[in-house]
């Protein structure tokens, strides 16, 4: 089975079941600033199953591009990456527990084909927050899964979210696939098997978890379900390393044929290959969406310098001589997924000239790293100053024939890794999708500042980006220049103008194209021509009527009316990328 054939069967399979199809959205979060990358399908639709209504209606599927960065430094096992796509369904307050299990089971074993006796699942035991899952228990026995293949387990494993410290989550059950073609299946499942391979998840979300770590009944019930698409098309296949299936096998070999080596000729390399291949595809993802992110010391660049730094480290312990190389396994993502992702050709040309220029600067640090080695610099400063991975450090020392203290560096490490947890769990702190006042009432002023920049500077600035905490307000935009005082003046002056005139902030439903014709802002990267919320403030699409000062599709939510949000104060012009300026204002 290809990749294309279960995204394709998963899709139509929950439009028979009345599912609307939605686009992947971007891999960065739009007004999310608690997050720096969309870790999960569920993740883009945090305010609906809070309760906000969603265009396209109450059960929604898609294929969602996803980067989880957390654990970077694993990466280098058969089936962890930094990049993934995740399949998944939704019920907004619709269907519950029933619904989803029968058509998770319809769905692997009538349409994947899996025979039942492959098949296990497991279901949340119960704690002081919510009880034993025994409708799950008896939905999965009434379609026939046998009591010794459902295993209760607890909050560890069979409890889903929240993705940040607050918001929605709940118990979920989860379903294993016996990967082993030689023998069958124990009739007894144990979870603990690593032959059992999780590949699907249904979530039951029906708490809010609250800053104060209360569990609290949501408006409505949801259920979110995630399935990734390269575990799955492993077993699928009878594989058991993901390296192996056609998402990856085609960098592999790429990588083979630049390092001269075998994929498997040893554990070292194929870890090493594993690594190149992950973080080379998740750069090109990243740099690929239309947000022109590049390597930088910031945010998510940041990510990206690191995923490619880390990748042509590795790409030298496999002895990869030739200069700008990672390009030609960049070369490889792109073809094998632009029918998925056009973006990935539409940037072609940013990307690799941006992993060319990445790999040039870090040319020349590791030039500094190894004269530093000469010198008789120590592992855990090679680490962290010039990046170099211990094992890199570890040959060049075998080769010099130097000692290197192990024991120090794994200790060194550990409080490094220790710091670095607690800074990305810092980047979670206000929780995700914050929806506070403060945060609602800065989205709605993006949208008023969007339309005064584009009224003062003119209609070639389009939004690049946003990010929104409950104090402040980041926005990015493209244009060429440093602002002016007076323009940055009248873009303030327009936007309290508004303000004063205590406008109304309407939501409208409509198509795409009719959104486009009345000059919406917004991303028209969709495919599927569905339906979306247009957010007007003042004025009226009405024909003849005053035309509204601002018009953008966006999910919401958003404060009612305009003289809510105080007095608007812009803090800060400055550049962001090449082309593309950043402001951050606050509301006082
Ligand atoms: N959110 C759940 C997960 O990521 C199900 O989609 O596993």
Redesign the pocket.
């Known amino acids: 089975m290809t990749s294309q054939e279960i995204r394709q069967k998963y899709l139509d399979f929950f439009k028979s079941k009345n599912h609307a199809i939605i686009p992947s959205a971007s891999l960065i979060p739009e007004n999310d600033p608690t997050t720096l990358f969309i870790?999960?399908?569920?993740?883009p639709l945090v305010p609906f199953l809070m309760g906000e209504k969603h265009p396209q209606g109450n059960r929604l599927a898609s294929v969602q591009k996803c980067i989880r960065t957390i654990d970077i430094d694993e990466v280098g096992n058969a089936y962890h990456h930094t990049f993934f796509e995740?399949l998944?369904n939704w019920s907004l307050g619709d269907y519950f527990k029933k619904q989803a299990i029968e058509w998770s089971f319809e769905f692997l074993t009538k349409y994947l084909d899996i025979p039942i006796e492959r098949l296990a699942v497991s279901v949340f035991e119960g704690d002081e927050n919510a009880h034993l899952d025994e409708e799950s228990i008896n939905i999965w026995k009434s379609v026939g899964i046998p009591e010794s293949r459902i295993a209760k387990l607890s909050k560890e494993d069979n409890w889903?979210?929240p993705?940040g410290q607050t918001g929605p989550c709940g118990p979920?059950t989860e379903m294993f696939y016996w990967n082993d073609d030689k023998e069958p299946a124990p009739k007894d499942f144990d979870p603990k098997n690593t032959r059992w391979v999780e590949i699907w998840?249904?979530?039951f979300m029906e708490y809010n978890k609250t800053a104060e770590g209360e569990y609290e009944p949501l408006k409505q019930k949801n259920v979110?379900?995630?399935?990734g698409i390269e575990r799955t098309l492993a077993v699928l296949n009878g594989l058991n390393d993901d390296y192996k299936t056609e998402l990856f096998i085609n960098q592999i070999n790429k990588v083979e044929e630049l390092s001269g080596k075998k994929y498997e000729e040893s554990e070292e390399i194929t870890k090493a290959m594993r690594i190149v291949a992950d973080h080379i595809k998740a750069s090109v993802f990243i740099m690929a969406d239309d947000k022109n992110i590049v390597p930088s010391n910031l945010d998510q660049g940041y990510v990206v310098r690191r995923l490619i730094r880390r990748a042509i480290r590795y790409g030298r312990m496999l002895n990869i001589d030739k200069e700008l190389w990672t390009r030609e396994i960049a070369r490889i993502v792109i073809k094998d997924y632009k029918e998925t992702y056009p973006e990935l050709e539409n940037n072609k040309e940013f990307i690799l000239n941006n992993l060319d220029e990445e790999e040039q600067k870090f040319k020349k640090t590791l030039e500094k790293g190894l004269r530093e080695f000469e010198k008789g610099a120590d592992a855990f400063v090679l680490f962290s100053t010039y990046g170099f991975p211990i094992e890199m450090t570890q040959e060049l020392a075998k080769e010099k024939g130097i000692e290197i203290d192990i024991e120090k560096f794994n200790e060194q490490m550990k409080k490094h890794q220790e710091l670095s947890r607690t800074a990305s769990a810092g980047k979670f702190k206000s929780g995700l999708a914050d929806d506070s006042e403060e945060t609602k009432k800065l989205h709605t002023a993006a949208h008023l500042l969007l339309a005064a920049l584009r009224k003062v500077l003119g209609e070639n600035v389009i939004q690049k980006g946003s990010n929104i905490t409950p104090e402040r307000l980041r926005f990015d935009f493209s244009h060429n220049e440093k602002l002016t005082d007076e323009q940055k003046q009248e873009v303030e002056k327009l936007v309290n103008e508004t303000i004063k005139e205590d406008l109304q902030v309407i939501c409208e439903e409509m198509s795409l194209d009719q959104a486009k014709e009345q000059g919406a802002m917004g991303i028209f990267e969709s495919k599927y021509g569905e339906k979306v919320k247009v957010y007007a403030i003042g004025g009226s699409s009405d024909a003849g009527s005053e035309p509204s000062f601002s018009r953008e599709i966006c999910a919401g939510p958003h404060v009612k009316h305009t003289g809510e949000l105080g007095y608007f104060k812009i803090t800060k012009e400055q550049s962001s990328s090449a082309g593309v300026r950043r402001i951050k204002a606050i509301l006082e």
Do not use: E, K, Q, R
């Open positions: 870790s999960a399908g569920m993740h995740m998944g889903w979210g993705a979920d998840n249904d979530v979110d379900t995630g399935m």
